[in-house]
């Protein structure tokens, strides 16, 4: 990964007036961005001149700092702003994290004059095959008499990369290993399609990326071990999967926000309602508007006590490892919030059709994205797999599965 280096920008911080700007600025777009299936490009843009690609790197280094629990609350209020900008930047931050704890200091230095020139990184993880999702890849790296390789494959789920100026690829290494490579997304070989077409989460760029004999430099390939061996500690899976949660909590508090806002506009309701002509006066109506307000709120206390248990995680990484019991509880908690939202945000979604009636079905309010989003949100990982495997762990002792899709 050759990166030049650049002085860091400063970093448009959290709790400023001008990063409150920048939320207003997004959100007030997003339902026609996603209505008329405008791609976000230029909402990145912004969020690269502001620094966010920066927010977890310590201020010493360029970075803004924030604590893993601070980190997830932004990301909450970047999500209810706008789901698709929160979700496209998902492994941009994984990636932030594998420069923080990372062992080798001269890859450190090379990632962190990536991000101080706020560039952003995208994903080629994922393959449509017949293969079970885990560390297993028909895409390829061969090895070339120079200590570079040839990249050849093609990927799907590449959420992000579209947006992106890097992607990093997961692909089979030589010797029955696998290994991850960081490149840019505009070197000569790869080729990245907008063709996702998920009902939700729609401009997520969540799609192909084609990988034609891509040449790879040798500093841009990391070793990923052996997909059969026993795998160390990592809280990799805990940080991407709570991240989802994270961006269902935003959805959560956009549906409150919706729900106030159109119950507001109501100028009447049934003959056989508690208030007919107000609305915002019926008490049956205001009971189900607070208990939206309260799922979400309940979503975004979940997320963040889970967020503390990847800092002690983080906090307990020596040589680029975290302790064993330490990323054990952070999979745990990120675990058991996937459970626990994932029981209420489809419901919560919905009904925020209770309050507004059939007009509240209309397509140019486009309230349906809200349910679609988080639906498409919650797929990424099985919520019965997860608690399957959380009682496992809890009767039997079963360790949870060591891969960054549990």
Known sequence: MSVQTYPATDVVRPGTSAFTALLERIAAGAEERERERIAPYEVIGWIKEAGLGRLRVPIAEGGAGLSVREFFAVLIDLAEADSNAAHILRTHYWFVEQQLQTADPEARARGIALLNANKI????????SKRPVGLSFETALTPEPDG???????????????????TQVWAAAPDNRIAGVVIPVDRTGVSILDDWDGFGQRLTGTGTTQLDDVRVEPDEFFDLGD???????GYQGAFL???????????????????????FRRARSFSHANNPQSPAHDPQVLQVVGEIAADAFAAEA??????????VATDSVVDGVPTADAAEAAQFAAAEAKVAIDRFSYATAARLFDVGGASATQSVYNLDRHWRNVRTISTHNPTFLKASAIGDNIVNGTAFPANAYF
């Open 121 to 128: 990184v995208g994903n080629a993880f994922s393959e449509q």
């Open 148 to 166: 570079g390789y040839r990249l050849n494959g093609t990927k799907f789920y590449s959420t992000g990369s579209i947006y992106s100026d890097y």
């Open 227 to 233: 997909p059969d061996g026993e795998q160390p500690p």
């Open 241 to 263: 999967q709570l991240y989802l949660q994270a961006v269902t909590a935003g959805v959560l508090r956009s549906v409150r926000n919706d729900a106030a806002a159109l119950v």
């Open 302 to 311: 979940i997320v963040l006590r889970a967020a503390e248990l990847i800092q």
